[in-house]
């Protein structure tokens, strides 16, 4: 019988890097290609926090508020003030501002997911995977929805296409068609061709950076636990590292306090995008 060995330092990040799906393919759809650890955590965490909120709504008080809902209370005030003083339309606000509420609380808390332990999740899952029968070492599961390309490229692609809805809306879809052909550089027909490929390559460069930027700090950062994390394994598999445990603690300790402003500045950058680019979608070039 075959002795199992510890996964290599490569073997454990590839694992932690691979995506939970289905293999099975049914007609003509590849099931493959969703990454269903992806799908059910960013929608769990979108209607814990839903449901939390909407607990906390119910039980408000005019009265001297409680921790938690003086901090609700900031987070709420500091996104209306900033959509009130990027998007001036005080109908598409009624909208635009709860929008940005959510993605707010919505991304930091799929970012907030990156402090867990980094093993946590994983081992529970292979610990269900394995008793369901299947090889516990191939129960893939990673736990940060944003720092999956496909999360954050279909939020900012949203985005997108919330900003055409407001172009058309707010300026017509003949001033909307007018202004693809000649802005930036003018009305001249010579000119169409031109302002046209450079109003794709706007809408196209900010959908793309809008979820390569959230993207690559949260992957980032993954890769920084799971190498900070092979310090402790080092000890687990060598006689004699105990320090390198410590070190693996302490630097994971100081990472994971400083990425607390990294989850929050990140959640809080795509808020103020998805503001901008709406607010831009309203104004006349």
Not at 134 to 141: G, K, N, R, S
Request: hydrophobic share 55%; net charge negative.
């Amino acid at each position: 019988m075959a002795t199992e060995h510890a996964p290599t330092a490569s073997e454990y990040i590839v694992h932690h890097l691979t995506f939970l799906t289905n293999k099975k393919q049914a007609g003509l759809v590849d099931w493959s290609v969703f990454h269903l650890d992806t799908l059910f955590i960013s929608i769990g965490i979108g209607l814990l926090a839903v449901f939390v909120l909407a607990r906390l709504a119910a039980r408000a008080t005019s009265g001297v508020p409680g921790r938690f809902q003086a901090a609700v209370e900031i987070v709420v005030e500091m996104v209306a003030d900033q959509a009130k003083g990027i998007v001036h339309s005080p109908e598409s606000r009624k909208f635009v501002a709860p929008l940005a509420l959510t993605v707010f609380v919505w991304i930091f808390l799929m970012n907030a997911m990156d402090l867990l332990p980094l093993d946590l999740l994983p081992n529970i899952w292979a610990a269900i995977y394995g008793a369901a029968g299947h090889d516990p070492h191939h129960a893939y599961l990673r736990v940060v929805p944003t720092a999956d390309l496909n999360a954050t490229l279909g939020m900012s692609t949203a985005v997108l296409l919330l900003c055409l809805y407001y172009s058309v809306k707010i300026k017509g879809l003949g001033h909307w068609i007018h202004e693809l052909f000649t802005a930036p550089f003018g009305a001249h027909p010579l000119l169409w061709p031109i302002n046209f490929a450079m109003q794709l390559i706007e809408f196209l460069a900010k959908t793309v950076s809008h979820g390569m930027r959230l993207f690559g700090n949260m992957y980032a950062g993954e890769l920084i636990f799971m190498l900070i994390a092979l310090m402790g394994a080092a000890w687990a598999g060598t006689v004699g590292s105990g320090l390198l445990w410590i070190g693996g603690v302490i630097a994971g300790t100081i990472w994971a306090i400083f990425h607390i402003l990294i989850i929050t500045l990140q959640a809080f950058i795509f808020m103020m995008l998805t503001l901008v680019y709406v607010g831009q979608a309203h104004e006349s070039h």
